[in-house]
């Protein structure tokens, strides 16, 4: 068995549904997974929720409840939605959990032990009515670098800098709408300045997309500030010897990985610092807006604190929804649970669209109608035609068994040719190579099975008809093999119509090379894929352009009311 290796996603955090745009690394990092254990790869595969952060605490004060009760809530949501999507997590915890407490501060003492964290005094927003310092996103105001709105831990409208506590000007209480002013207080630093020289070097061997990488380069070769992390609140991880402080969740949250790990292990008999001490490859699949946290502060923190470093970082292109930016408060959004799974739609297309649709690295644009166009054209026209006229063809014609007859050599390595195309880019990262690598077998298929009339010949020679089908058949079986990782469950439903026995997610890649027995009986032939009609299609698209509308409307009436008031209006995308 190969070495260890760990692949994790970046946290959802429990603050609110899942959207489309979560899924832009989720689903890929499940095919690459899968893949990997179909090329004999020892994987771990693990997540969680991100339960800390003032965004939390704000939003739950506002429903008038508990910050635990409202990651509760999100947690099981967004285990239930990984599971109906088929992203099959080995284990799925939140930051709250005991295990990331003990870790994240075991992690702090040892930067503490090593000298890389300090005590510093530094002026604070402080809101005089509601009585309390006002850390992250209790607090609005202008980005000290490029004058525009902010919030207080990210020029999210402007330049996107990470902002420091207390750099933010003109701060205003988010929560009361009063002017904030500046107190004094002690809080905590990472030495971050220190590991410039060290992140520099490491950024040259980091894998995983060149966009990441450069991203993170141009940041460490401007100026490195050290970073602050601890918090003023009492929901999150206490830092250590501080009653009255915590850690920031952008300390406690990647520290989930290595908390993780030691859960599952602990579970599984394994020992987690095979993986987080010995030099395993861990390879972590994100959102394009995280880089800055997983290739700079991650990567320092580990390094002081002596941990195994990552040896990829793969960020995933932005969404884009009918050709618009994604959106939240605009209503430019698609809901996973309401507006996808709950309408019946099956999981499998959207995981074959999000893969497929360019590379990974790349903006993916998402509309219903070119969903449905991919799904009628590609996997209905294309990939399921193949096999149900293969499958269909040789029951009704040699009794529902694999045909007797010599398997066409081209084929076979033709076959090879695409096994190995598969496997080279999922390792490099390429979902969309992978799966266009598959659909050109399927088109092989389909011409292979016009070229050779089967028709024809089972009225004049049965015997080449016979190993006709037995070639497409094992076409068939290649495919379903090679696309299992994207489309799971459609590919276990077509490997039992091959009579094939066990499950296809346990098959290796290699077994595609295993000619099918002859004479084995084959299962019944079934649609695999049933064309989206436009009537369906159109009846998704005016939920969503209604979502739009209404979104519109409440703007443009939440804009007249803060012009009257006077308010500086602040958008949370």
Known sequence: MSSPILVTCGL???NGPCHLGHLRTY????????????????VLFVCGSDAHGTPIVVNAEGLGMTPKALVARYHQHFDEVFKGMS???????????PACHNRTQEMVKALTDGGHVYPKEIELAYCPKCERFLPDRYVEGECPYCGKPARGDECDMGCGRHLEPGEIKNAVCKVCGGKAEYRKQI??????????DFLLSYLETLGGTASARNYAKEWVRQELKDWCI?????????????????????VDAPIGYIAFTEEWCAKNGRDWQSYWKDGAKIIHFIGGDIVYHHCIFWPAMLKGAGYTLPSAVVASGMLKIDDKKFSKSRGNVIWVKDDYLEKGLHPDLL??????????????NFSWKIFADKVNTELVGAFGNFLNRALTFTVKNFEGKVPQGEIDPELMARIEQTLNEVATSLEEYEFKKA?????TLADYGNIYFQSHEPWKLVKSDM?????????????AKALVIFMEPFMPSKMQNAWKQLGQEGSVAEKPFLEALIPLEEGRILGTPEILFSRMEEASVKELDRIFQDRVEKAEFKGKAEEKTAEKKGEISFEEF
């Open 12 to 14: 959802p955090y429990a």
């Open 463 to 475: 015997a080449a008809a016979g190993a006709v089908l037995h070639s497409c058949l094992q076409i």
């Open 187 to 196: 809080h905590y630093f990472f030495k971050l300045s220190e590991f410039k």
């Open 230 to 250: 601890t918090r003023n609140m009492a929901w999150g991880v206490k830092f250590p010897g501080h009653d009255d402080l915590v850690v920031y969740v952008w």
């Open 87 to 97: 992203v099959g997590f080995d284990f799925f915890g939140d930051t709250d959990d």
């Open 435 to 439: 799966a266009d690598s598959v659909m």
């Open 27 to 42: 689903v890929p990092a499940d095919i690459f997974v899968r893949g990997l254990k179909k090329m004999g790869k020892d």
């Open 351 to 364: 995981r074959y669209y999000l893969a497929s649709y360019t590379a990974h690295n790349k903006e993916v």
